[in-house]
T-cell receptor, first 112, second 110 residues
Framework: DADVTQTPRNRITKTGKRIMLECSQT?????MYWYRQDPGLGLRLIYY???????NKGEISDGYSVSRQAQAKFSLSLESAIPNQTALYFC???????????FGPGTRLLVL | GQSLEQPSEVTAVEGAIVQINCTYQ??????LSWYQQHDGGAPTFLSY????GLEETGRFSSFLSRSDSYGYLLLQELQMKDSASYFC???????????FGAGTRLAVHP
């Protein structure tokens, strides 16, 4: 079984809809991250959390919110989706003191 | 702020050696990471350099020069499966909040 899972893997939604992307991990890591990837661009950090009570904005948090329900779960919400939020979204985890980040398989989101 | 520059595309043949460069500008530097991403896949960690010099892991090596704000990923004995995008990244603020370069797409031909 994969260590970092994301649901759904693909999603089509309409402008103005609220949607939630979910991430779960079995690695036991405290740190979790949400990134967005657009064609021709690297990954950009949306939000990150270093433990259940810690939530921080990344580079591009406008239009997004997150919830850290448990150590193993970190959800990303688009409150009112817009077409320029069409992208590939990745969740990642890391352990304290380690540089390696472990990425989930990604969620491909299309906003019409 | 932070910014990283790397070439957008590199082409090489099987069995050859290729070097992917990355220059960075950061306010505070902690190290340089490299990730590999195949089409449709997730990024996977390759290496991390905190100190100057060359780190070797099998066919892949990574180099860092802090004084030149420069690093590179060296891939030897190229195989078709090495065709992928390669990203350099730096942690921002020392908390492993990664800032990624735009990525270099490597195409390996027979």
């Amino acid at each position: 079984d994969a260590d970092v899972t994301q649901t759904p893997r693909n999603r089509i939604t309409k402008t103005g809809k609220r949607i939630m992307l979910e991430c779960s991990q079995t690695k036991g890591h405290d740190r979790m991250y949400w990134y967005r990837q657009d064609p021709g661009l690297g990954l950009r950090l949306i939000y990150y959390s270093f433990d259940v009570k810690d939530i921080n904005k990344g580079e591009i948090s406008d239009g997004y919110s997150v919830s850290r329900q448990a150590q193993a779960k970190f959800s990303l919400s688009l409150e009112s989706a817009i077409p320029n939020q069409t992208a590939l979204y990745f969740c990642a985890t890391s352990d304290r003191g380690e540089e390696t980040q472990y990425f989930g398989p990604g969620t491909r989101l299309l906003v019409l | 702020g932070q910014s990283l520059e790397q070439p957008s595309e590199v082409t090489a043949v099987e069995g050859a050696i290729v070097q992917i460069n990355c220059t960075y500008q950061t306010s505070g530097f902690y190290g340089l990471s490299w990730y590999q991403q195949h089409d449709g896949g997730a990024p996977t960690f390759l290496s991390y350099n905190a100190l100057d010099g060359l780190e070797e892991t099998g066919r892949f090596s990574s180099f860092l020069s802090r004084s030149d704000s420069y690093g590179y990923l060296l891939l030897q004995e190229l195989q078709m499966k090495d065709s992928a995008s390669y990203f350099c990244a730096v942690p921002k603020g020392g908390y492993n909040k990664l800032i990624f370069g735009a990525g270099t797409r490597l195409a390996v031909h027979p």
